[in-house]
């Protein structure tokens, strides 16, 4: 017996909920790619794309998962042989140091586990000891997807300020983007990459780097014809937008996405998830009063509006990931990069989120706790109710 038929919800950290404006926006027949309205809407993203990052810098789009975004980033600024200095707190941006290191790079890397903030101080010590300027770029991930953790971006530039360190700031705000708040300009982020199935809300497929002059200006010999971004950002004719047939569903479905974007404010969608995000954690802290239960982060300030990560002890976290997706219809996120991953399961909330979903998740995760007799404590969902009302 199941109770999981209905509209199933897909509450991992990406691919995101789909809105319905988004889908609709998608299912038309082929537009034509030659001229018209296809091209007018791919013009229309740029400076949407350009506000939601909070910058003036340029943004190529690439048709490829948030790994190609990556990839391109690192290929555009960097030679083979140069060594970049890798802010690991958590699987993500140990990935992202992989991919620089299979691309020729050398890399350095200050590992801050898997339940840490960037620890700046430690930073500081690294830039400054680097008295040669051997450290090309500093690779950081705004919001770690593995974890959970929020790093401090903006102390990331004081700290290379300071130092008097040339190294180019490069941010991984796959997980983050129209979900914390995230100011490319502001904060002194010179390289920035994101993708279009989390807070963008469109189907996987389609990923973006912002970059500043600088940026562009520290050519190195990494890049090749596809992955260059500078044909991509003024294109003369519009194929070069994206060295071929453009994603043309996909563009339907961002320009609906970053059109809700708009109409309910970036500052809206900012506070709407701290909102929820905080009134998972009050929920999570009542479970961990009495059993194996724990946020992952322990710092609100560190903890992501977009994502939460909950050590539940193994297996529990399959378990209830298992119970939770056949007797409910809900699917949570997995311990991903965690040992053991099963002690582990996580929770997105990015994007096309409101209130009662989030206390759908919770009161699913609930009674899973209480169908596998898993401990917690008692009044979860009461003082998640108390949060929501006191908050809304
Ligand atoms: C999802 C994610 C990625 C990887 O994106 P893909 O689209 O799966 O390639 C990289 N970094 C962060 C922080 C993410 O959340």
Redesign the pocket.
């Known amino acids: 017996m199941s109770l999981s038929n209905g509209r199933a919800y897909l509450a991992i950290?990406?691919p995101s909920v789909m809105p319905d404006a988004v889908l609709q926006a998608m299912h038309r027949a082929s537009p034509n790619i030659y001229e018209g309205e296809l091209h007018d809407l791919t013009d229309s993203l740029v400076p949407d794309l350009k506000s939601i990052a909070m910058t003036d810098a340029n943004v190529a789009i690439y048709i490829?998962?948030?790994?190609?975004?990556?990839e391109a980033a690192l290929a555009n600024v960097l030679s083979r042989g140069d060594t970049v200095l890798v802010l690991a707190t958590g699987r993500?941006?140990i990935?992202?140091g992989e991919m620089a290191a299979g691309l020729g790079l050398k890399v350095e890397t200050i590992d801050h586990g898997d339940r840490a903030p960037i620890d700046l101080g430690r930073v500081a010590d690294v830039l400054g000891a680097d008295q040669e300027g051997r450290i090309k770029a500093v690779l950081a991930?705004?919001?770690?997807?593995s974890t959970s953790v929020k790093n401090d971006i903006a102390g990331l530039r004081d700290v290379l300020d300071s130092a008097g360190h040339s190294a180019l700031l490069m941010a991984?705000?796959?997980?983050?983007l129209g979900c914390d708040r995230f100011e490319m300009d502001a904060w002194g982020v010179d390289v920035m990459?994101s993708?279009c199935?989390?807070g963008l809300m469109t189907p996987?497929g389609v990923?973006f780097v912002w970059f500043n002059e600088r940026a562009n200006a520290a050519r190195g010999n990494c890049v090749t014809t596809y992955w260059d971004w500078r044909p991509r950002v003024n294109p003369e004719v519009y194929f070069m937008y994206f060295d071929g047939t453009a994603p043309t569903h996909h563009l339907y479905g961002l320009r609906a996405a970053l059109d809700m974007i708009k109409a309910e404010g970036l500052d809206a969608v900012f506070t709407r998830h701290e909102k929820l995000a905080q009134i998972i954690w009050t929920a999570v802290d009542q479970w961990a009063s009495d059993g194996p239960m724990q946020l992952n982060i322990a710092d609100p300030a560190h903890r992501s509006h977009a994502?939460t990560s909950i050590g539940i002890g193994s297996p529990n976290g399959n378990a209830l990931r298992h119970w939770c997706e056949h007797q409910c219809g809900l699917t949570l996120g997995i311990g991903l990069g965690r040992d053991p991953a099963d002690a582990f399961f996580r929770i997105g909330h990015m994007g096309h989120v409101n209130a009662h979903m989030i206390m759908g998740v919770l009161g699913t995760i609930d009674a899973g706790l209480k169908a596998l007799n898993i401990p917690h404590g008692s009044g979860a969902l009461e003082a998640a109710a108390q949060a929501l009302a006191h908050r809304a």
Not at 141 to 145: I, K, N, Q, S
């Open positions: 950290p990406g490829g998962n948030g790994h190609a975004a990556w993500f941006c990935g992202w991930v705004h919001v770690d997807t991984d705000c796959i997980a983050s990459v993708g199935q989390k996987a990923s994502v």
